[in-house]
């Protein structure tokens, strides 16, 4: 077998109920809380500012989805102007404002944003000059954002998006209570559900697949498959879930060290010119993608083999099938892509970085060529 290294930092912290360790966690600590504009209503809010209780130094609740340079960059200046004393970030929320706190956590030494950007778009790895710990607290079942160091940041007035991605950028501590998805709408459930789906089995068709990467991403892809249908019937249902928090860290320890693949590259297009969800953009193409990668590798046949229970030829239909029934339309027509178009993207995706990851595109050879298991 080939080498390989898995890397994970995160503690996770998990459970029903467990958000009320966060004080242990702080240990006394001062912190920002950094979370969206809904914990208020929802009652997460006051909570949250009980729990940090004396060494609260600020609040930010205004982030918004996909967060955007736009938005960011005021949101940036005023948190380090006003919160530089905070030693810890608590991110609360689903991708988004879990992304936004590991946007301001890099401190610039100017405190402004477009230093910060300045930086992403060289694409390079840089060492900040000032950063704040993070501990992450999800309130989606998605994302996996909490073990993964990535932040997605989106500048849609320029047709890109960035990706931050620092040794920094690691949360100190992931809180995965799946209480507080409770209150999250059937849309975003949905959404965030099909994400992890799309995590697990992009990190299995992906050139830097390794067998702890694989093990996650089919515990986690099985555990999506069998929960989420069911957690769509009955919202409320704290054991369903749980399950879906599971899957969702579980596929984030999986792609943490993969990085996503195909069907994410195709999916910015379909967030940025035809408004997609994050979760349905990077989700809707699966099957197709499945059909592309099976014949690849019969090492990462064998893996995906394993996450289904019919035949791996039948599987593609039947991951098609299993979306279509959630109501998720599996054609770029729907979405209002032609199929030329579609062809377009497709090809423009596999040419893009995530794309290069996959296993079925040209010189997507696997890095790990002996992983099997
Ligand atoms: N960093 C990563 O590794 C990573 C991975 C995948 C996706 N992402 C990013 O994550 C974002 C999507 O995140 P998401 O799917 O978690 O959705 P989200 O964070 O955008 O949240 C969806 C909506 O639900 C609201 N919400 C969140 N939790 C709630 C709750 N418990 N109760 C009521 N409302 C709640 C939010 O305010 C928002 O309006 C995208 O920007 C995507 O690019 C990041
Ligand atoms: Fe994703």
Redesign the pocket.
């Known amino acids: 077998m080939s080498h390989w290294t898995y890397h994970n930092p995160v503690a996770v912290h998990f459970g029903a109920g467990v958000l009320e360790t966060l004080p242990k966690l702080l240990a006394g600590r001062k912190a920002s809380i950094v979370t969206?504009?809904?914990a208020e209503h929802?009652g997460?809010l006051a909570r949250l500012k009980g729990l940090v209780g004396d060494g609260l130094v600020g609040i930010v609740d205004t982030?918004q989805?996909?967060?955007d340079v736009d938005g960011l960059d005021a949101m940036y200046r005023a948190f380090w102007r006003e919160q530089a004393a905070s030693e810890v970030i608590v991110a609360v929320?689903?991708?988004?404002?879990?992304?936004t706190a590991?946007a301001l956590m890099v401190g610039t030494e100017s405190g402004e944003f477009d230093a910060l950007l300045a930086l992403l778009a060289t694409g390079k790895p840089f060492k900040p000059q000032r950063v704040k710990t993070l501990i992450a607290v999800?309130?989606?079942s998605?994302?996996?954002?909490e073990v993964?160091a990535?932040?997605?940041i989106?500048h849609r007035a320029a047709g890109k998006k960035h990706s931050l991605h620092l040794p920094e950028t690691w949360a100190e501590a992931a809180v995965v209570d799946p209480e507080?998805?409770?209150?999250?709408?059937p849309g975003?459930t949905l959404?965030?559900g099909l994400?992890a789906l799309s995590?697990s089995l992009e990190s299995i068709w992906n050139v830097n697949a390794n067998p702890v990467s694989d093990q996650h991403a089919v515990t986690a892809a099985r555990m999506v498959l069998a929960t989420l249908p069911a957690l769509m019937n009955d919202l409320g249902n704290i054991d369903l879930r749980s399950r879906m928090s599971l899957a969702a860290m579980t596929a984030?320890l999986a792609f943490s060290n993969t990085r996503t693949a195909l069907a994410h590259s195709i999916s910015y297009d379909m967030t940025m010119h035809h408004g997609l969800?994050?979760?349905i953009a990077c989700s809707f193409t699966l099957g197709m993608v499945l059909g592309r990668a099976i014949g690849a590798s019969a090492g990462r046949d064998a893996v995906l083999a394993r996450v289904f229970d019919v035949p791996l030829a039948q599987a593609p239909a039947e991951l098609d099938r299993f979306l279509e029934t959630l109501g998720v339309s599996t054609r770029f027509e729907s979405y209002g892509v032609t199929a030329a178009e579609s062809e377009r993207m497709i090809a423009n995706a596999l040419e893009g970085v995530r794309g290069k990851n996959f296993i079925g595109a040209a010189g997507g050879a696997m890095l790990n060529p002996g992983v099997t298991a």
């Open positions: 969206f504009p809904e929802v997460l982030t989805p996909n967060p929320g689903g991708g988004s404002a879990l992304d590991k999800p309130t989606t998605g994302t996996g954002s993964t990535w932040a997605t989106w507080l998805t409770l209150s999250l709408p975003p959404a965030a994400d995590h984030g969800p994050h979760g």
